[in-house]
């Protein structure tokens, strides 16, 4: 019950920039899409992993801390800083759309091994832009310190976990 209650929550929030991704979808990049699709899967999954107790709050903060940095570092490859700032709300929908779509597989008990094998590559999707990026990606959207930069990224992912987790302790 939890779960739906999420799931229908995050709809809710949400549901307003997934009527503006539909009508800008032609503008989106589609490399982009499928980062914020696999991370948004992957974040599913960590927050099933941590509601289930495989998981421990550190590391599902990892895990959403990394899909958000994952994300940015393949977006910088594709796009410029101006597109990411633009279209920034219709992928944000792209991502939590593939986080509901995880949490109802769940709670409908659709999830099954093809979209276990999905997560997989999803998964060996999101470490390619932490290994590869480059000083010349970072420098062409302005950042100079990739460390600061990191914790940056860090505060932004745990303000979304901190939400997430309130939500599941209120409906407890």
């Not at 590559?121 to 990191?150: H, Q, W």
Request: aromatic share 12%.
């Amino acid at each position: 019950m939890r779960k739906l209650f999420l799931i229908l929550l995050l709809f809710f929030i949400f549901s307003l920039n997934q009527l503006k991704a539909q009508n800008n979808i032609l503008d989106l990049d589609p490399e982009i899409i499928a980062a914020a699709s696999c991370n948004g899967m992957i974040a599913g999954n960590t927050l099933i992993n941590y509601d289930t107790g495989i998981l421990s709050e550190e590391r599902a903060r990892i895990m959403i801390r990394t899909t958000y940095l994952s994300f940015f570092l393949t977006a910088i490859k594709f796009k410029d800083i101006e597109h990411l700032r633009k279209y920034q709300p219709e992928y944000d929908s792209i991502y939590q759309e593939e986080i509901n779509r995880i949490l109802t597989l769940i709670e409908t008990e659709s999830f099954d091994w093809d979209t276990q094998a999905e997560l997989d590559v999803c998964a060996a999707r999101l470490f390619d832009p932490l290994t590869s990026v480059s000083k010349i990606d970072l420098e062409n959207v302005g950042i100079t310190d990739y460390f600061e930069f990191s914790k940056q990224i860090k505060i932004e992912a745990d303000k979304v976990f901190d939400f997430l987790i309130s939500v599941l302790q209120a409906m407890e």
